[in-house]
């Protein structure tokens, strides 16, 4: 902070810096200073001054005020009259809570006539409420230092460049995700402080910032940093550590004037020679291999390679020993070196959806898209192939990453991941590297920090809370072990919300693993923070409790007695050989086992509503979903156009890959055969991330002509995923504990129509028709009807997109006028007609449905192919004919 007052040339005659401890002078009218954040009503003294004193009081130029001021609503008002303000600060953390944590400020938005402090050069925000930063302050001309730490922003201004006179910038402690372009515009900055945000990749213009000297991105997200930053000349030191780098460039050794690089705790594995052999880089921590030899590029052969980009119902293509680039219609894409395949070798490809006997997702980790199934399965490239798969952006936290995880038919493990961007549409994608194919899937886990146990010891941080670390000490082990690192931070709110109580506090949750089942020779010390609020100073030694648990969670043990703990102001160490779970509590409660076990079951559960709407032009088509609580009101918008219906259900808690179904009731059923229709229920999978949402029809065996039929969908708790704690399979037992909720469905009066009776074809007599084949699955004439009855007014539309001349349209419209039932038919089935000799003419029926805007009856036509597909592979088994290798494939993917 001293440096920063030289900066802005704040210091005045009596010595003291812009961020100088206030020195009070029998008077808070001191001079041109008014220091009133040492008083808890410095506002009302503030108003009092500006009311009693308004002369003096303009004269100020050096202002600062608590944020935790109940007041300072009112004073804001009055601040933009100080026109020679040269420093203001409103921080919030005066007050404390009875833990003696710092609470933040009241302040969360500044009013716009803040602009007018055209003297202002020093604004300081810190430890305040700010998810926005306030438009005026990018009206402020002269403003030389800004300070924003500890509050909640998530971005930057896209205009934030215009403060072209800013020398000193510090934002760390918030939730910033990204940064705009135009930072690189603020050419006089030399002091940027973005440590302990989320921040996953930086902007090529941040090596516009010629005159910065200090740069600060500890503690984020970072996977890459930009070759850019080679240009910052005027660079001393590069605070890097704690984040999730894997490489970083090796233009960075040739920074004329750099003295620090601190690279500690990080996931680099091979480091630039240049860098490696240079004194001022600090890479402790990171899980290094040998330094990295200058990558060789054969340009001309890239240049060669075929581009092969693949229509939607495409499954498969080709890749020769000249390698290729592929994209698939759903957005995956996949690069295959020169000499990855040394013979030409086709690859099949598809999309599955999630099961949770077969996807065995792990405590805290969030399905972020579909499974993406490669064969031929276990075949060996010479190369690595490229695999870039969209998914699903989860909300950002610190705590969470982002990898891509594989199946190899026994077991699932994760990859070495990249986040990237698409380059137009911005959308995440995780790339990742492979020498063999199988099944493929992105997840968000809790952050992982892993490094190699030798015999000589080592130090192992975490990048979410680097106060937390693990130190291993010379002969804990005689052969060098893989140690994995994961943090769950837990807030007061949280604790206070599921114990009901405010007298609660707990640090947060570390796992350790390793991929030995001995235990470590020598006790290995654990550096844990301690509880929030509760410090070295204030320390009740009765009330800490130091819990062990397995890796499932089942059971937490107090072992406080049987290790030694120690005591810093901020932290607690401890020593232990075994890994698992650990978790520090300070509470007056007693049995506090109990109490984390609830914690802990609840931290992995999600509130969920569910809803039930109906089309408004046809009421027997009804959509089902669950939806995480947070996304109801959104969801709701975005549909209330065509779809009407009851009110979402109660909230209702789930856990991520947990099953459960939705049956029809009181009059009610399901209109058609479905493969995800199991005895009249209709199957879904809770992924929080995914779409749980189906279109089905529906229809009732109750003679509907002379009268509505008002019955209702019932939703129930399935299968119990295996890692679902006992007690909460416990509850869930019992003869309601399987219901979940219940939303009225109305099927209105039924008009007399085609398709009831003997009558069906209202006079159309047509041979026998089954569109497609056995193994595929076949379009019956039963199942034409179905369809027909969903066509509408878009038969027309549909009719052209199935390559029915304009000429035939029109000649079926005048044969069948003023009869919609009539000109639906005669287009549909003229067209079946046509085509039943035609291989792909189900594939074109469902092209034809999306092109129409149709994706319901394309997902009704998807079903019923699909069911006969299961159907003809269960005959298939039952006779012995299946293919020994697609017996095997079905087996692993079953497992």
Request: proline letters at 6%; glycine letters at 6%.
């Amino acid at each position: 902070m001293q440096r920063m007052a030289e900066l802005l040339g704040l210091r005045d005659e009596c010595g003291e810096g812009a961020e100088g401890a206030p020195s009070l002078t029998g008077s808070c009218l001191a001079d041109n200073r008014l220091n009133l954040d040492v008083y808890p009503d410095g506002c009302h003294r503030f108003l009092q001054l500006f009311k009693g004193q308004q002369g003096q009081v303009l004269q100020v130029e050096f202002l600062r005020l608590s944020s935790n001021d109940h007041l300072l609503g009112s004073t804001l008002g009055s601040i933009p009259h100080l026109k020679h303000l040269k420093s203001l600060v409103l921080k919030g953390g005066h007050a404390r809570d009875e833990f003696g944590s710092c609470q933040h400020g009241i302040l969360t938005s500044l009013p716009p006539d803040f602009g007018n402090l055209r003297c202002l050069t020093h604004l300081d925000l810190s430890f305040n409420r700010l998810s926005t930063l306030p438009n005026c302050i990018l009206h402020l001309p002269s403003l030389r230092a800004l300070l924003v730490s500890h509050n909640s922003l998530v971005a930057l201004p896209e205009d934030f460049g215009c403060l072209s006179k800013l020398t000193f910038f510090s934002a760390m402690k918030n939730q910033l995700k990204g940064l705009p372009q135009s930072i690189g515009e603020l050419s006089m900055l030399q002091d940027l402080d973005l440590s302990e945000n989320v921040l996953e990749v930086l902007p090529e213009e941040v090596g516009n910032l010629h005159n910065c000297t200090e740069l600060d991105l500890s503690g984020n997200r970072l996977l890459s940093i930009p070759d850019s930053l080679a240009n910052l000349k005027s660079l001393r030191r590069l605070h890097l550590h704690s984040n999730l780098l894997v490489t970083v460039p090796a233009s960075l050794a040739s920074l004329p004037n750099l003295s620090r690089l601190d690279l500690q705790n990080n996931c680099l594995r091979a480091i630039p020679a240049e860098i490696q052999s240079s004194p001022f880089v600090h890479l402790r921590g990171n899980p290094l291999g040998e330094a990295e030899p200058a990558p060789q590029t054969d340009e001309s052969s890239a240049r060669r390679l075929q581009r092969l980009s693949l229509a939607p119902g495409e499954d498969s293509f080709t890749v020769t020993s000249e390698g290729c680039k592929v994209a698939l219609a759903c957005g995956i894409r996949f690069y295959f070196p020169p000499g990855a395949a040394c013979d030409p070798l086709r690859i099949y490809f598809r999309s599955l959806a999630p099961d949770p006997q077969w996807v065995k997702l792990r405590h805290h980790d969030v399905l972020l898209s579909r499974v993406l199934e490669l064969r031929p399965h276990g075949v060996k490239f010479q190369q690595e192939v490229q695999i870039w798969m969209p998914y699903v952006s989860p909300q950002t936290l610190h705590e969470h990453e982002v990898v891509v995880r594989t199946f190899s038919g026994q077991s699932w493990s994760d990859l070495r991941t990249r986040v990237e961007q698409k380059r137009k549409s911005k959308k995440p994608v995780a790339h990742c590297s492979v020498l063999h194919f199988s099944w493929f899937l992105v997840v968000s886990r809790l952050v992982q920090n892993e490094c190699k146990v030798p015999a000589e010891g080592t130090l192992l941080f975490s990048s979410v809370d680097p106060n937390i670390k693990v130190t291993f000490p010379p002969g804990a082990t005689e052969w060098t072990r893989t140690v994995k690192l994961q943090v769950l931070p837990v807030s007061a709110e949280e604790i206070d919300e599921i114990t009901a109580s405010a007298g609660c506090r707990a640090s947060p949750l570390l796992c350790l693993s390793q991929d030995s089942l001995v235990d470590f020779l020598k006790p290995v010390r654990i550096q844990l923070s301690l509880p929030p609020g509760v410090t070295g100073l204030n320390l009740d030694q009765s009330r800490l409790h130091l819990l062990h648990s397995d890796l499932e969670g089942q059971t937490w043990d107090d072992i406080t007695s049987q290790v030694v703990l120690e005591f810093t102001h901020l932290y607690v160490m401890f020593e232990v050989t075994h890994f698992s779970w650990y978790w520090l509590w300070y509470t007056t409660k007693a049995y506090i086992g109990g109490i984390a076990k609830k914690v802990y079951e609840r931290l992995r559960l999600y509130q969920v509503n569910f809803i039930a709407l109906q089309r408004k032009k046809d009421p027997e088509q009804v959509l089902l979903q669950c939806v995480p609580k947070h996304k109801v009101e959104p969801v709701l918008k975005k549909l209330q156009n065509r779809y009407r219906g009851p009110e979402p259900s109660d909230m209702v808690e789930m856990f991520e890959g947990e099953q459960f179904f939705a049956a029809f009731e009181r009059g009610i059923s399901i209109d058609m055969d479905r493969p995800d229709c199991v005895d009249g229920r209709l199957t879904f999978i809770f992924y929080s991330h995914l779409k749980n949402m189906k279109e089905i029809y529906v229809t009732s065996p109750v003679d509907r002509k002379g009268q509505a039929v008002k019955g209702q969908v019932s939703f129930y708790r399935g299968a119990v995923p295996e890692s679902i704690p006992e007690d909460a399979s416990r509850r869930r037992k019992g003869p309601d504990s399987l219901w979940l909720a219940t939303l009225p469905i109305k099927l209105p009066q039924l008009k007399p129509r085609w398709g009831e009776n003997a009558g069906a074809l209202n006079g159309f007599s047509f041979p026998p028709l089954n569109l497609g084949n056995a193994e595929t699955g076949y379009l019956t004439q039963a199942n034409l009807l179905s369809i027909a009855r969903r066509v509408g007014s878009d038969w027309k539309t549909i009719g052209l997109n199935l390559g029915l001349t304009y000429q035939q349209i029109e000649r079926i419209g005048y044969n069948n006028r003023e009869d919609l039932d009539k000109q639906i038919l005669d287009m549909l089935f003229s067209w079946a007609q046509q085509n039943s000799e035609d291989p792909d003419c189900v594939s074109k029926l469902i092209t034809a449905m999306k092109e129409s805007g149709r994706q319901d009856i394309a997902d009704e036509v998807e079903a019923i192919i699909e069911l006969g597909r299961q159907k003809y592979s269960a005959s298939i088994r039952r006779v012995g004919l299946e293919q020994e290798s697609s017996t095997e494939d079905s087996a692993i993917a079953m497992t």
